[in-house]
C-alpha cells in the first residue's frame, strides 16, 4: 500500500487506500451549516436531531460525499475525480469517530483511470455510505 | 417493469422543470473543502493560482426544487438515497453558473418490507459560455407504505 501515489503507474489492483478519519465533530459541522448550509437542527443540535427520530444530530450527506472526494486526493494529489457515486445507506452520527475506506478495483492504462470503492464506517464497522469513484491520473 | 412506473418514465424523464442562476463564491466552496479534510491548496487557499472547487462541492447546489411540479404524490415518505456527481471542468470563484434540472431515472427495488422507487433528479450545470462542466443527481427514495 502506497501512502501516496502520483501516477498511474503507482497504483496496484487490489491495493487499500490509507484510511481517512473524517472530522464529525459538532464544532465541524456547526462550521459547515453556518458557511455552506445544511445548518439546520437535525444536523447541528443532537436534542432536535433526537426528536426528529435520529439517535442524534446526522452529518450531511454532501459532506460525507466530500471527505470520500478528501480521502482520495490525499492518497492521490494529481488525481481528477471524474465520477463520484455516493449511497446513503444509514446515517453518520456527529460526535461518532468514523473510518473512510478505499480499494482500487479497477486500472484501466490505456485511458489512465482507476475505479475505486469507498466505504464510510462507523465504531461498530457498519456500513453508512458506500460507492464507487472513478479518478484519471496523468 | 411495473405498469405505474412506466407510465411515471414516459410521462416525466429527460424534460427539464427547472432552471436556476448560481453566483459562486469562493470562501463558501474553501469552507466545503476544510471541513471536508481536503488539503490541497488548490482547493484551501484564495490566493492559489489553480484555485477551484472540490469536485463534489456541485453537490451543494440546490434547485427550487426536486421533481416536476406535476409530478404526482407517491404513497410513502422520500429520503435522500444518495449522491453522483459527474466532473467535467473546475469551479472557479466568482462563476456564474446554471443548473439545469430533469428527473433522469425511475426505477423500483423490492425488500421484506415493500417496494421502494427511486427518482434520480439530475441537475446539468453549464458556465456563463455554454460549456457543460458537471452533472449533479440526487437520488430519493420512497419507501411505499402498505395499503392493506
Redesign the interface.
Known sequence: MADRVHSIADVEFGETLPA?D??TSLD??K??GR???WGTGRFTDHEIARKEGFPGAIVP???S???????I??WA?NA?????????RAPVLVDHPHKITGVVTNIDEDEKTVEIDITVTNEANETRVF?TATIKLP | MDTDIEELRERFLNIEFDEVEFEIDGKRFREYALASGETDPKFTEIDHPNFQAPPTFVSTLVGRRNFPPDFPPLNGVGMDAGKQVEWKAPVRDGAKLTGKSHLHDIYTKTGRSGRMVFLVTRMEIYDDGGTHIANADTRTVIRERSSG
Open positions: 481517512f473524517p472530522d465541524n459541522i462550521r459547515f458557511h455552506v448550509g450527506g454532501v459532506l460525499q466530500g471527505f470520500l472526494g478528501a480521502m486526493h490525499r494529489p481528477q475525480i471524474t465520477v463520484i457515486d455516493t449511497v446513503f460507492g
